[in-house]
């Protein structure tokens, strides 16, 4: 099980930023999908899931109406766009695969090398 996110950079507050995640070894149609991210002196904090049968999504409160998960069941792909960025979302953002099919009740089981965002002006 492989997962490569890419997208990550340097925008200012209120910028846009779409992050990908390539996987293999598995499909994001069979297993739970998301993002989570780990900020310097923080908690991780899931941001998003995607659940892989119904869809169904998460959204952590800090980034509901401003983060969109999607994924593309041909390409093996989850991405994340983010818009309205903001200072605190500065983070390393890492992809992961769920131990089951939903967002909910499973923990991650494997997860990429991350990608940072910095949002500064």
């Known amino acids: 099980v492989q997962l490569q996110a890419s997208g990550g950079g340097l925008v200012q507050p209120g910028?846009?930023?779409r992050l990908s995640c390539?996987?293999?070894g598995f499909t994001v149609d069979d297993y739970a999908t998301g993002w989570f991210r780990q900020a310097p002196g923080k908690e991780r904090e899931e941001v998003s899931c995607i659940s892989s049968r119904d869809g169904t999504i998460y959204?952590?409160?800090s980034v509901k109406g401003r983060f969109t998960i999607a994924r593309d069941n041909v390409k093996n792909t989850v991405y994340l766009q983010m818009n309205?960025?903001?200072?605190?979302d500065t983070a390393v953002y890492y992809c992961?695969?769920?131990s089951g099919s939903?967002?909910?009740g499973y923990e991650y089981r494997y997860w990429g090398q991350g990608t940072l965002v910095t949002v500064s002006s």
């Open 59 to 61: 959204y952590g409160d």
């Open 84 to 88: 309205s960025l903001k200072p605190e």
């Open 96 to 98: 992961g695969r769920k």
């Open 15 to 17: 910028g846009s930023l």
């Open 22 to 24: 390539v996987v293999s």
């Open 102 to 104: 939903r967002c909910w």
